[in-house]
């Protein structure tokens, strides 16, 4: 009995050992899926499959671990963030990766990897292209950059700010970079470097063009910018777009205005014959052979919302005639008030200049009278308000309104409102009188005021009942 219990244990344990153990060898073998050939084109075009080159990671690349974007190449990776492919290549001496380039085309970085390759290991290295030459490296991104915005010419290089051209050269007596302007062409950046270089160095200098009489230097950026004038004392006015003569006068040690002119030549002109009044005939002229007899007439600055009245201007946000005028004792404009006709604030000027000034101040209209001062816009408000105690203008309703402080309540009353302003201080004299007393501020205090005048609303209510 024990023998046959110990022979069924024996045999259950060796069906569960072949369980464990699953299929044959041979049937094991025919249901592995067979690894995928290297195809015949990849060897001839492709990557080098002899014992020194690398072999395509194409069994890689067609599974699902593979990560999107990985090269096949050596040596090659692909970088997100950039969207370009990295080169890096490890230092056997120093142990580290070193970061080759960046580059568009996937086979440029392989290349780019082979000529490192070769330039550190010698030409038994591991390369991706083992027919190829590798004496040039491919053009990364970098250097493409870099060849779009720098110069090949001495002391010019590209602004990215300015999108121009930038000339600097060492000046060795000052040991500083001087800069001398921005260029739209690199050719003309690079004969203005030689023009400043000549001048500040001598013949002998280092220069871009060295066959060349680079004469005058070009105009750069800014000079165009500027619009400067040739000649002297003339300059452009951007605010008034004209040309604009200026004098030193050596007295006051200032820049004195001649005025504004349309034309360049006429400024020119203008200039000589302000320079002969001041200096003499010898001064510096822009045009020596000319004679200087009647200068040019000068071109006054165009002013937005000017008046042709002296003292008068437009006031701009309230759309009304402002009138200022120059007070010498306290040394500052006196603002004497706004109207809304410009002939009121000619006029309201003329009456203030002879106040201050006298009779024998300049004025707009001199054969007129100037014995009152024109009503200005503040005063034309200010008769709306009234001049009685507890009487106001109500703009809204065109009426006369009758107010009074209580002090009980702390606040101000409303008693009714008028037509007449004097009924609106009458009820205004009833109800001081009421809440007050008799000793209350009235205005009319020799008045009696036994009945209130009836307001606007119970006019209205009487009118109504009456013509029921």
């Known amino acids: 009995m024990a023998d046959d219990t110990l022979a069924e244990l024996l045999a259950a344990a ?32 492709g990557p080098a499959s002899s014992s020194q080159g690398v072999t395509p990671q194409t069994g890689s690349a067609q599974s699902k671990g593979r990560r999107q974007k990985s090269s096949r190449y050596l040596g090659v990776r692909w970088h997100k963030a950039s969207s370009t492919w990295y080169v890096q290549l490890r230092d056997p001496q120093t142990k580290r990766q070193h970061h080759i380039g960046a580059y568009a085309s996937e086979e440029d970085a392989a290349r780019a990897h082979d000529f490192a390759a070769v330039q550190l290991h010698g030409p038994g290295a591991k390369r991706n292209f083992l027919g190829e030459d590798v004496s040039e490296p ?126 360049e030549e ?87 200049a002879v106040q201050v000034h006298g009779p024998g101040a300049k004025r707009n209209f001199p054969g007129e009278a100037t014995s009152e001062l024109p009503a200005s816009r503040g005063e034309e408000r200010k008769k709306r308000s009234s001049s009685y105690v507890g009487v106001a203008w109500h703009k809204g309703s065109s009426l006369w309104v009758g107010r009074l402080w209580d002090p009980q309540d702390k606040r101000s009353r409303h008693i009714g409102s008028y037509t007449s302003e004097e009924d609106a201080a009458r009820a205004h004299d009833f109800a001081a009188v009421q809440v007050h007393g008799p000793g209350a501020k009235r ?26």
């Open 266 to 352: 006429d400024a020119a002109r203008a200039y000589d014959g302000a320079a002969v009044q001041a200096h003499g005939p010898g001064a510096k002229r822009n045009f020596p052979s000319e004679t200087v007899s009647e200068p040019p007439v000068s071109k006054a600055p165009e002013r937005k919302q000017s008046s042709r009245y002296l003292g008068v201007r437009k006031h701009k946000s309230k759309s009304s005639w402002d009138v200022k005028l120059w007070d010498p004792q306290a040394k500052r404009e006196r603002h004497i008030g706004c109207y809304a006709s410009e002939e009121d604030a000619a006029r309201a000027y003329d009456c203030a």
């Open 14 to 45: 060796a069906v569960l050992l072949a369980v464990a153990a699953g299929p044959p060898h041979a049937e094991r073998g025919a249901l592995k899926p067979s690894r995928p050939q290297q195809n015949a084109t990849d060897a001839g075009t």
């Open 443 to 468: 205005n009319f205090p020799g008045e009696d005021i036994s009945e209130l005048p009836a307001p606007v609303g119970e006019m209205q209510k009487k009118q109504h009942m009456t013509s029921c």
């Open 138 to 263: 491919p053009v990364s991104k970098g250097e493409e950059r870099k060849r779009g915005s720098s110069s090949h010419h001495v002391g010019v290089s590209w602004s990215k700010a300015s999108s121009a051209w930038c000339v600097q050269f060492l000046d060795p007596h000052s040991k500083r970079h001087r800069r001398i302007g921005s260029y739209a062409t690199e050719e003309d950046a690079a004969r203005a470097y030689d023009g400043a270089v000549v001048q500040a160095l001598g013949e002998g200098s280092e220069r871009n063009f060295l066959g060349e009489d680079f004469g005058k230097m070009s105009a750069s950026k800014t000079e165009e910018w500027r619009r400067s004038s040739s000649y002297v004392g003339v300059a452009w006015h951007k605010a008034s777009s004209s040309w604009i003569v200026r004098l030193w006068d050596p007295q006051t040690k200032g820049s004195r205005h001649i005025g504004c002119y349309a034309s």
